[in-house]
């Protein structure tokens, strides 16, 4: 009995072999998904580590991320949601240039650069957030308090 | 090659599940600032959108940015008319009661009036006041600022205040009850809850304390672990006129805003209590904070005599 099954194993085997071997070691369509597999791969270690510290600074409204830009070209660029909110970056800091909120806290926010550093415009839901694990695990203290 | 492959679908599985870990955070804004939810383990979004939900619920009770809120309504009740409040608010008013009496006043979520009158409420603040109050208009509201004139009825659960001119504010500790409350949903270990600067964790963190002097950066930082840290300063709501500063924690004994330290940081078990503490020492000074120490609470202060520890703190320049 077990010899039968051996030898259906053997022959299975020698078939597969010789089926691959025609074929070569890979077929195109495996060469092609094993480029997607790689590109995800680094992709998805690209997203769990961040970008690098204090490069980028992203804006969210109400909690969801609607904008983000490089610290690294000056610029500046109109938010509008609730209110208007004017973000402006120049020489790798970001500020609030101007909004439509009544207090305008946010307006004499002092530049933020590092990463973990924000600007908060409360009435109109605004956070201007500078990307990046900050060397902290939270701040408290924070200015601009409503 | 066939090496190649199963190294390759292995690395995938492990950055997959890595990448997939049950850990989650939430970021949104209330109580007139920012606040994040960041949270590692098992069932972490569910409770991250639960977290958010009880602070909407909070705020809506409790803010008095929100005009259909308890707060609201008892602020513009008349005298002697019964306010029904939602649990969030009677728990806030009796314990901000509590600590009313206990800090002598240092700690008074009736000062709303003179807050109103400084132009610090939120309504009323813009960065470019041309004058102060004057010893009389001061003098006028002072007396309004009680938490002895309002009352609670458990049974009805209602607030009364005796004189229409009263009005509550719990902005000096909403950030703390808020943040206790999310902590009691999260059963998970490893958290931790910052609402606008007052912060709640569960396995240790590091948190960083604003220099007062220069908010971008930091005077240094304290070790927390299951437990709360809150802060209070000169710098967080504050307007200058003829080359001074007038900020926004007021002295009930002065009726202008208070003397000597620039901030206050409190740590302790509870975030509403830390919240209320910090108010209360910037008032009140060091001699406040020592009594304090002896419930366990420990206090980093800066002031123009530099910085300074009181009680136990595992605080790192």
């Not at chain 2, 977290?51 to 909070?58: F, N, S, V, W």
């Not at chain 2, 803010?63 to 002697?80: F, L, P």
């Not at chain 2, 002097?213 to 709360?228: F, H, M, P, Q, Y």
């Amino acid at each position: 009995m077990k010899n039968e099954s051996s030898k259906k194993n053997i022959v299975f085997s020698q078939k597969n072999a010789s089926f691959y071997k025609a074929r070569g070691i890979f077929f195109k369509g495996d060469i092609i998904v094993g480029i997607i597999l790689i590109i995800a791969v680094v992709a998805s270690l690209f997203f769990m580590f961040g970008g690098e510290k204090g490069e980028i600074v992203d804006v969210y409204f109400e909690g969801e991320l609607i904008a983000s830009y490089s610290l690294r070209q000056d610029g500046e660029y109109k938010i509008e949601r609730k209110g208007t909110n004017i973000i402006i970056i120049n020489d790798g800091k970001a500020s609030m240039l101007s909004s439509t909120c009544k207090d305008r806290l946010c307006e004499h926010s002092s530049p933020i650069f590092k990463a973990g550093q924000r600007i908060v415009c409360a009435p109109n839901g605004i956070v201007v957030v500078i990307r990046g694990k900050p060397d902290v695990d939270g701040v408290t203290g924070v200015a601009n308090e409503f | 090659m066939k090496k190649l492959a199963v190294a390759i679908a292995v690395i995938l599985t492990i950055v997959t599940v890595l990448s997939g870990c049950s850990a989650g955070s939430g970021e949104a804004i209330a109580f007139g600032s920012f606040y994040n939810i960041s949270v590692t383990g098992i069932s972490a979004a569910k409770v991250i959108k639960e977290a958010k939900k009880l602070i909407t619920e909070i705020e809506n009770q409790c803010s008095t940015n929100v005009e259909t809120s308890d707060v609201a309504k008892i602020n513009s009740a008349e005298a002697n008319a019964p306010i029904h409040v939602g649990i969030h608010t009677a728990s806030l008013f009796k314990l901000s009661k509590e600590l009313f009496l206990e800090t002598d006043g240092a700690f008074n979520a009736a000062i709303f009036p003179l807050v109103e009158l400084w132009n610090f409420s939120p309504a009323s603040f813009f960065p470019e006041q041309k004058s102060i109050p004057s010893e009389e208009d001061i003098g006028v509201v002072l007396p309004y600022c009680s938490m002895n004139l309002f009352s609670f009825d458990e049974n009805s659960l209602t607030i009364t205040k005796s004189h229409k001119e009263a009005k509550l504010d719990f902005g000096g500790i909403a950030k703390g009850y808020a943040a206790d409350k999310v902590s009691e949903l999260l059963k998970q270990k490893d958290f931790i809850i910052n609402i606008g600067g007052t912060i709640v964790c569960g396995k240790e963190k590091t948190i960083g304390i604003t220099n007062p002097r220069d908010v971008n950066s930091l005077i240094g930082t304290v070790k927390l672990e299951n437990a709360s840290i809150s802060t209070s300063g000169d710098y967080e709501r504050y307007y200058v006129l003829g080359g001074k500063r007038y900020h926004h924690i007021l002295d009930i004994l002065t009726g202008a805003p208070s003397v000597g330290f620039y901030s206050v940081s409190v740590i302790g078990g509870s975030a509403a209590v830390c919240d209320a503490y910090s108010t209360a020492v910037m008032v009140k000074g060091k001699d406040l904070a020592t009594r304090l120490t002896e419930k366990g609470f420990g206090f980093v202060t800066v002031g123009s005599e530099g910085i300074d520890t009181i009680g136990e703190v595992s605080f790192s320049r």
